[in-house]
């Protein structure tokens, strides 16, 4: 049985897979021999090469909340196939993340790419380590006070459909583009 669905298709999900027609597929899903509880190889370099993450977490009471984190790539740091880390650096100070991983460490990565229209979810246990030789590892070894890190430990993983997702791209081909058709608006200028 594949490892996300034993997560994610509750006694109340599958209720409503039945109702909308789709039970039967899904229990095929269900039913495949890949676990999808650590990465592949192809899916590290995918993460790797992220510059954002949203991060689901909830209260012990259930309430939920999705936090978005960014950075260079890389800075959701693969340790292993079913270990990441992220360095959590303030933002506005309310620390709803933090607080809601010391009472329920249940937590979700959703991480897209818009330009190739991919979407990849990772359930996960997370904790936060305030270990200084972890938060020197994910900073570097100059900053004064190295940041709390994120460890998550993946439960299971699944990548979606690209339906609906809105092709996007980042600033980099932007300019690359830009600089193209400025070579191709000046080569036509000259011929023209």
């Known amino acids: 049985m ?18 909308m027609g789709t039970r039967t597929a899904m229990q095929r899903v269900s039913e495949r021999q890949n676990k999808q509880d ?7 370099d995918f993460v790797r090469e ?6 689901a977490t909830s209260s012990a009471a259930g309430q939920p909340y999705i936090q978005h984190r960014g950075g260079k790539p890389g ?12 360095s959590d650096e ?8 933090q607080g809601n991983l010391s009472e329920n460490p249940n937590a979700m990565l959703f991480l897209m ?15 936060v380590s305030f270990d200084p030789n972890l938060g020197t590892m994910m900073n570097g070894p100059g900053d004064t006070e190295p940041f709390p890190v994120i460890v998550f430990r993946i439960k299971a993983w699944d990548e979606n459909c690209p339906k609906n997702i809105p092709r996007l791209f980042g600033e980099d081909v932007i300019a690359s583009l830009e600089a193209r058709i400025q070579d191709l608006e000046m080569g036509l200028a000259v011929n023209g």
Do not use: H
């Not at 650590?38 to 590290?44: F, I, K, N, S, V």
């Open 38 to 44: 650590a990465l592949t190889d192809e899916l590290m």
């Open 90 to 97: 303030p933002g506005n100070g309310q620390f709803i993340t």
């Open 2 to 19: 594949s490892r996300f669905t034993e997560i994610a298709f509750t006694p109340a999900v599958k209720k409503v897979q039945s109702v």
């Open 75 to 86: 800075f959701l740091r693969v340790v292993n196939s079913s270990t990441l880390m992220m």
């Open 50 to 55: 992220r510059t954002s993450a949203f991060i």
């Open 113 to 127: 790419d818009y330009a190739k229209c991919r979407r990849v979810k990772i359930w996960s246990e997370a904790f």
